[in-house]
Protein backbone atom coordinates (compact mmCIF):
# COMPACT_ATOMS: atom_id res chain seq x y z
CA UNK A 1 0.00 0.00 0.00
CA UNK A 2 1.04 3.72 -0.70
CA UNK A 3 -0.67 7.13 -0.10
CA UNK A 4 -2.53 8.30 -3.88
CA UNK A 5 -2.55 11.58 -3.39
CA UNK A 6 -5.47 12.61 -5.34
CA UNK A 7 -6.95 9.47 -4.18
CA UNK A 8 -6.43 10.53 -0.23
CA UNK A 9 -7.46 14.07 -1.03
CA UNK A 10 -10.46 13.08 -2.40
CA UNK A 11 -11.18 10.81 0.15
CA UNK A 12 -14.42 11.00 2.07
CA UNK A 13 -15.62 10.34 5.69
CA UNK A 14 -19.21 9.88 6.72
CA UNK A 15 -20.11 12.53 9.30
CA UNK A 16 -20.18 11.48 12.84
CA UNK A 17 -22.92 11.80 15.19
CA UNK A 18 -22.40 12.24 18.74
CA UNK A 19 -24.35 12.14 21.99
CA UNK A 20 -22.77 12.80 24.79
CA UNK A 21 -23.50 13.51 28.82
CA UNK A 22 -21.73 14.21 31.98
CA UNK A 23 -20.48 10.81 32.55
CA UNK A 24 -18.48 11.49 29.39
CA UNK A 25 -17.10 15.08 30.39
CA UNK A 26 -16.13 13.75 33.44
CA UNK A 27 -13.81 10.82 32.14
CA UNK A 28 -12.19 12.94 30.10
CA UNK A 29 -11.35 15.28 32.60
CA UNK A 30 -10.56 12.05 34.47
CA UNK A 31 -8.30 11.17 31.37
CA UNK A 32 -6.62 14.59 31.57
CA UNK A 33 -5.47 13.87 35.04
CA UNK A 34 -7.96 16.42 36.76
CA UNK A 35 -8.50 15.28 40.31
CA UNK A 36 -5.42 13.95 41.57
CA UNK A 37 -6.09 15.70 44.83
CA UNK A 38 -9.64 15.46 45.60
CA UNK A 39 -9.65 18.80 47.71
CA UNK A 40 -8.84 20.86 44.86
CA UNK A 41 -11.98 22.30 44.22
CA UNK A 42 -11.18 23.75 40.69
CA UNK A 43 -10.30 20.58 39.47
CA UNK A 44 -13.41 18.84 41.26
CA UNK A 45 -15.66 21.08 39.16
CA UNK A 46 -14.76 19.22 36.27
CA UNK A 47 -15.14 15.32 37.36
CA UNK A 48 -18.11 16.18 39.51
CA UNK A 49 -21.53 16.10 38.08
CA UNK A 50 -22.87 19.21 40.10
CA UNK A 51 -22.46 22.26 38.64
CA UNK A 52 -20.38 20.46 35.87
CA UNK A 53 -17.92 22.24 33.82
CA UNK A 54 -16.44 20.97 30.55
CA UNK A 55 -12.78 21.21 29.69
CA UNK A 56 -12.74 23.45 26.44
CA UNK A 57 -10.19 20.94 24.78
CA UNK A 58 -12.73 18.22 24.85
CA UNK A 59 -13.97 19.10 21.32
CA UNK A 60 -11.03 17.68 19.76
CA UNK A 61 -13.13 14.17 21.03
CA UNK A 62 -16.25 15.27 19.74
CA UNK A 63 -17.91 13.72 16.83
CA UNK A 64 -14.75 12.57 15.75
CA UNK A 65 -14.15 10.37 12.72
CA UNK A 66 -12.99 7.04 13.89
CA UNK A 67 -9.34 5.95 13.67
CA UNK A 68 -9.62 6.34 10.11
CA UNK A 69 -6.60 5.51 8.43
CA UNK A 70 -6.49 2.24 9.71
CA UNK A 71 -10.25 1.77 8.59
CA UNK A 72 -10.29 3.24 5.34
CA UNK A 73 -9.04 2.84 2.44
CA UNK A 74 -6.07 5.48 2.33
CA UNK A 75 -2.71 3.80 1.48
CA UNK A 76 -1.57 4.80 5.55
CA UNK A 77 1.07 3.27 7.22
CA UNK A 78 -1.40 3.47 10.10
CA UNK A 79 0.97 1.83 12.60
CA UNK A 80 3.53 4.13 12.37
CA UNK A 81 1.49 7.53 12.25
CA UNK A 82 1.29 9.82 15.17
CA UNK A 83 -0.46 12.96 15.76
CA UNK A 84 1.76 15.77 14.78
CA UNK A 85 -0.03 18.99 15.23
CA UNK A 86 -3.49 20.07 16.88
CA UNK A 87 -5.99 22.94 16.76
CA UNK A 88 -9.46 23.73 18.00
CA UNK A 89 -11.50 26.95 17.70
CA UNK A 90 -14.62 27.43 19.79
CA UNK A 91 -17.39 28.41 18.72
CA UNK A 92 -19.53 28.68 22.12
CA UNK A 93 -18.27 26.95 25.58
CA UNK A 94 -19.07 23.03 25.22
CA UNK A 95 -22.35 21.75 26.85
CA UNK A 96 -22.18 18.99 29.31
CA UNK A 97 -24.64 17.12 27.15
CA UNK A 98 -25.73 16.80 23.89
CA UNK A 99 -25.87 15.56 20.49
CA UNK A 100 -23.09 16.63 17.73
CA UNK A 101 -22.45 15.76 14.02
CA UNK A 102 -18.61 16.31 13.25
CA UNK A 103 -17.79 16.45 9.37
CA UNK A 104 -14.39 15.85 8.70
CA UNK A 105 -12.30 16.80 5.43
CA UNK A 106 -8.62 16.13 4.33
CA UNK A 107 -7.45 19.63 3.20
CA UNK A 108 -3.63 19.19 2.07
CA UNK A 109 -1.32 16.03 1.88
CA UNK A 110 2.16 16.94 1.88
CA UNK A 111 4.96 14.33 1.08
CA UNK A 112 8.25 15.30 3.04
CA UNK A 113 10.26 12.76 0.84
CA UNK A 114 11.93 9.30 0.94
CA UNK A 115 12.90 8.23 4.83
CA UNK A 116 10.84 11.35 5.91
CA UNK A 117 7.29 11.00 5.81
CA UNK A 118 4.05 12.70 4.91
CA UNK A 119 2.09 15.40 6.88
CA UNK A 120 -2.20 14.80 6.30
CA UNK A 121 -3.92 18.37 7.20
CA UNK A 122 -7.59 17.89 8.27
CA UNK A 123 -10.29 20.09 9.26
CA UNK A 124 -13.37 18.49 11.07
CA UNK A 125 -16.24 21.12 11.39
CA UNK A 126 -18.38 20.40 14.81
CA UNK A 127 -22.43 21.20 15.19
CA UNK A 128 -25.25 20.92 17.11
CA UNK A 129 -27.69 18.53 15.74
CA UNK A 130 -30.57 19.85 16.78
CA UNK A 131 -29.84 23.67 15.67
CA UNK A 132 -27.17 23.57 13.22
CA UNK A 133 -25.08 26.03 15.18
CA UNK A 134 -21.24 25.88 15.09
CA UNK A 135 -20.05 24.35 18.15
CA UNK A 136 -15.93 23.89 17.29
CA UNK A 137 -13.16 23.41 14.44
CA UNK A 138 -10.78 21.12 15.14
CA UNK A 139 -7.67 20.68 13.13
CA UNK A 140 -5.04 17.97 12.57
CA UNK A 141 -1.85 17.31 11.32
CA UNK A 142 -0.79 13.57 11.44
CA UNK A 143 2.29 12.90 10.68
CA UNK A 144 2.78 9.53 8.72
CA UNK A 145 6.07 8.71 9.52
CA UNK A 146 6.45 5.57 6.91
CA UNK A 147 4.78 6.86 3.58
CA UNK A 148 7.39 10.03 2.39
CA UNK A 149 8.17 9.14 -0.93
CA UNK A 150 4.75 8.87 -2.45
CA UNK A 151 5.68 11.60 -4.95
CA UNK A 152 2.91 14.03 -4.31
CA UNK A 153 2.53 17.77 -5.66
CA UNK A 154 4.96 20.01 -4.08
CA UNK A 155 3.73 21.53 -1.31
CA UNK A 156 5.24 23.81 1.61
CA UNK A 157 4.07 22.66 5.71
CA UNK A 158 2.44 25.97 7.60
CA UNK A 159 5.07 28.03 9.64
CA UNK A 160 4.99 27.15 13.44
CA UNK A 161 3.78 29.55 15.77
CA UNK A 162 6.61 31.23 17.06
CA UNK A 163 7.78 30.91 21.30
CA UNK A 164 9.15 34.76 22.92
CA UNK A 165 12.91 34.16 23.79
CA UNK A 166 12.57 36.25 27.24
CA UNK A 167 11.73 34.00 30.50
CA UNK A 168 8.18 32.77 30.45
CA UNK A 169 5.36 34.18 32.43
CA UNK A 170 4.05 31.15 33.97
CA UNK A 171 5.27 27.76 34.55
CA UNK A 172 3.24 25.40 35.42
CA UNK A 173 3.87 21.24 36.42
CA UNK A 174 1.22 18.40 35.89
CA UNK A 175 2.44 15.08 36.78
CA UNK A 176 0.18 12.50 34.49
CA UNK A 177 -0.79 9.18 36.09
CA UNK A 178 0.68 5.56 35.05
CA UNK A 179 -2.50 4.33 33.70
CA UNK A 180 -3.83 8.32 32.24
CA UNK A 181 -3.39 6.43 28.44
CA UNK A 182 -5.60 3.85 29.64
CA UNK A 183 -8.45 6.34 31.01
CA UNK A 184 -7.64 8.70 27.92
CA UNK A 185 -8.71 6.03 25.49
CA UNK A 186 -12.12 5.39 26.40
CA UNK A 187 -12.98 9.23 25.19
CA UNK A 188 -12.26 7.64 21.75
CA UNK A 189 -8.84 7.21 20.64
CA UNK A 190 -8.58 3.30 20.50
CA UNK A 191 -5.52 3.42 18.75
CA UNK A 192 -3.44 0.12 20.04
CA UNK A 193 0.05 2.20 20.07
CA UNK A 194 -1.18 3.64 23.16
CA UNK A 195 -2.17 0.22 25.33
CA UNK A 196 -0.36 -2.92 23.56
CA UNK A 197 3.05 -2.86 23.93
CA UNK A 198 3.87 -5.10 21.28
CA UNK A 199 2.47 -2.62 18.59
CA UNK A 200 4.20 -0.08 20.54
CA UNK A 201 7.48 -1.95 19.78
CA UNK A 202 6.23 -2.17 16.21
CA UNK A 203 6.19 1.65 16.16
CA UNK A 204 9.77 2.04 17.23
CA UNK A 205 8.60 3.03 21.29
CA UNK A 206 10.04 0.94 24.43
CA UNK A 207 6.43 0.91 25.31
CA UNK A 208 3.23 2.69 24.69
CA UNK A 209 2.71 6.34 25.27
CA UNK A 210 0.05 8.46 25.82
CA UNK A 211 -2.18 10.48 23.17
CA UNK A 212 -1.29 13.20 21.65
CA UNK A 213 -4.36 14.53 22.36
CA UNK A 214 -3.90 13.76 26.20
CA UNK A 215 -1.05 15.82 25.99
CA UNK A 216 -3.13 18.38 24.57
CA UNK A 217 -5.59 18.87 26.98
CA UNK A 218 -2.88 18.98 29.84
CA UNK A 219 -1.42 21.53 28.43
CA UNK A 220 -4.81 23.33 28.02
CA UNK A 221 -5.11 22.92 31.83
CA UNK A 222 -2.43 24.78 32.11
CA UNK A 223 -2.90 27.60 30.01
CA UNK A 224 -6.90 27.36 31.98
CA UNK A 225 -5.36 27.12 35.58
CA UNK A 226 -3.03 29.96 35.14
CA UNK A 227 -4.53 32.26 33.03
CA UNK A 228 -8.37 31.36 32.88
CA UNK A 229 -9.21 31.49 36.63
CA UNK A 230 -10.78 27.61 35.60
CA UNK A 231 -13.73 29.14 33.80
CA UNK A 232 -13.63 27.20 30.53
CA UNK A 233 -15.40 30.38 28.46
CA UNK A 234 -12.16 32.23 28.77
CA UNK A 235 -10.15 29.74 26.19
CA UNK A 236 -11.46 30.46 22.69
CA UNK A 237 -8.88 28.91 20.77
CA UNK A 238 -5.62 26.40 21.62
CA UNK A 239 -3.11 24.91 18.85
CA UNK A 240 -0.02 23.33 19.35
CA UNK A 241 2.88 20.95 17.77
CA UNK A 242 4.01 17.59 18.85
CA UNK A 243 7.93 16.94 19.11
CA UNK A 244 8.38 14.32 20.84
CA UNK A 245 6.38 11.22 22.96
CA UNK A 246 5.12 11.07 26.15
CA UNK A 247 5.33 8.05 28.40
CA UNK A 248 2.43 8.19 30.91
CA UNK A 249 3.56 8.60 34.40
CA UNK A 250 5.83 11.44 33.21
CA UNK A 251 5.28 15.17 34.26
CA UNK A 252 4.59 17.88 31.93
CA UNK A 253 6.10 21.35 32.64
CA UNK A 254 3.86 24.07 30.70
CA UNK A 255 5.88 27.50 29.83
CA UNK A 256 3.36 30.20 29.12
CA UNK A 257 4.18 33.64 27.44
CA UNK A 258 1.02 36.29 27.20
CA UNK A 259 0.75 39.31 25.35
CA UNK A 260 -2.29 40.62 24.96
CA UNK A 261 -5.10 37.87 24.63
CA UNK A 262 -2.70 35.48 23.10
CA UNK A 263 -0.74 32.88 24.74
CA UNK A 264 2.19 31.44 23.32
CA UNK A 265 3.42 27.99 25.28
CA UNK A 266 5.23 24.78 25.27
CA UNK A 267 5.71 21.44 27.47
CA UNK A 268 8.54 19.16 28.24
CA UNK A 269 9.02 16.58 30.23
CA UNK A 270 10.96 16.85 33.22
CA UNK A 271 11.88 13.44 33.88
CA UNK A 272 14.03 13.76 30.81
CA UNK A 273 14.22 17.48 29.76
CA UNK A 274 12.13 16.63 26.84
CA UNK A 275 10.31 19.10 24.74
CA UNK A 276 7.01 17.63 24.33
CA UNK A 277 4.47 20.45 22.87
CA UNK A 278 6.15 23.30 21.08
CA UNK A 279 4.88 26.57 19.48
CA UNK A 280 2.07 26.29 21.14
CA UNK A 281 -0.62 29.33 21.04
CA UNK A 282 -3.78 29.81 23.24
CA UNK A 283 -6.21 32.75 22.53
CA UNK A 284 -8.27 34.24 25.40
CA UNK A 285 -11.65 36.15 25.44
CA UNK A 286 -10.83 39.61 26.21
Known amino acids: ?5 DKLMALEVPPAEQSYGPKDCILYALGIGLGHDPMNEDELAFVYEKNLKVLP ?7 HPGFWARERDTGIDWVRIVNGEQGITLHRPLAAKGTLVGRMRIIEVIDKGPGK ?23 QTTFCRGDG ?22 VCDLATRPEAALIYRLS ?13 KQAGYPRPIMHGLGNFGV ?3 AVLRSFC ?7 VAFACRFSAPVFPGETLRTEMWRDG ?11 RDAIAINNGRAELRA
Open 1 to 5: MAIVY
Open 57 to 63: TMGTVLG
Open 117 to 139: GALVLSERKVTDKATGEAVATVT
Open 149 to 170: GFGGPPRQAPEPHPIPSRAPDA
Open 188 to 200: GDLNPLHIDPAVA
Open 219 to 221: AGH
Open 229 to 235: GYDPGKL
Open 261 to 271: KIVSFRARVVE
